[in-house]
């Protein structure tokens, strides 16, 4: 993590917020061929299952926009884009999916977006602790400057530092 010139925080790990894709994007790729799977077997219809397949990670992403999860309007986007990328060929494939089959890839791809969606919290949850613990330390010192300035004003009241 490192401090801008204006006073911003930005992060520097491999979890930080990209402009077109970051390390989430694979978030939403598995989501998006979790939910092809997911759909292909419930039997929707094809324009059925797209369209709640689009409103559901346009939805999602209005729900981070909504709790202030801070993100590049283009990676909202991309976001939308590749959950869809993914949707549709999985979508298609899913269709006459053996129960067997489906059931071991479900889990396994549902498993691995969980686990890589709990790890980017982790990370995001340890960068903002630590941004904060940082904020303190710089309000600390501005309030030990400022202490400092005062005390030596008032040692020499015209103003000259001997």
Do not use: C
Not at 57 to 77: C, D, G, H, S
């Amino acid at each position: 993590m490192r401090l801008t010139r204006d006073g911003r925080f930005e992060r520097s790990d491999i979890w930080r917020e990209g402009k077109w894709l970051d390390l989430w994007s694979v978030v939403h790729l598995l989501s998006g061929t979790s939910f092809g799977l997911a759909l292909g077997v419930l039997g929707f219809g094809t324009a059925a299952s797209i369209l709640i397949a689009f409103l559901s990670f346009v939805l999602y992403e209005t729900w981070e926009a909504m709790v202030k999860i801070e993100e590049a309007p283009q990676n909202r986007f991309m976001d939308v884009v590749v959950g869809m990328a993914s949707f549709v060929p999985t979508f298609f494939f899913s269709q006459g999916l053996p129960i067997a089959s489906f059931i071991l890839a479900f889990g396994f791809i549902l498993t691995a977006n969980i686990v890589i969606a709990t790890l980017g919290w982790i990370a995001s949850r340890k960068a903002e602790e630590f941004e904060h613990r940082m904020r303190l330390k710089l309000e600390e010192r501005r309030l030990r400057r400022k202490e400092r300035r005062a005390r030596l004003r008032a040692a020499d009241p015209f103003g000259k530092v001997r």
